[in-house]
Nanobody, 120 residues
Framework: QVQLVESGGGLVQPGGSLTLSCAAS????????MGWYRQGSGKQRDLVAT??????TNYADSVKGRFTISRDNANTVYLQMNSLKPEDTAVYYC???????????????WGQGTQVTVSS
């Protein structure tokens, strides 16, 4: 059973930094894409950043230049968040995707989420 477990959330002041971690129960290279999503109160879940198995990254416009997604060589993906703003407040979710070719839907896995609150 594949599991993703986030950690590192908390309360931080505007302008501060925080690093989120996502530990997978399998090698992160088992996934074609890993990423971070966030969901603010009363809002939909939105993409924050993705990282493919080949090392390509993609970021939401709202976090470009402030957030960085990275990984180790084992089972952890990180999200370094700098210059945090109150609008970054949300539950952050780790996501892993495994492609199964054109004849099948991809497998998708989600963590339980970690709360990030940016407030003075």
């Amino acid at each position: 059973q594949v599991q993703l477990v986030e950690s590192g959330g908390g309360l931080v002041q505007p302008g501060g930094s925080l690093t989120l971690s996502c530990a997978a129960s399998v090698s992160i290279f088992s996934f074609d894409t890993m990423g971070w999503y966030r969901q603010g109160s009363g809002k939909q879940r939105d993409l924050v950043a993705t990282l493919t198995s080949t090392g390509s990254t993609n970021y939401a416009d709202s976090v470009k230049g402030r957030f960085t997604i990275s990984r180790d060589n084992a089972n952890t993906v990180y999200l370094q968040m700098n210059s945090l703003k109150p609008e970054d407040t949300a539950v952050y979710y780790c996501h892993g995707r495994i492609e199964q070719g054109i004849a099948a839907l991809p497998l998708a896995y989600w963590g339980q989420g970690t709360q990030v609150t940016v407030s003075s």
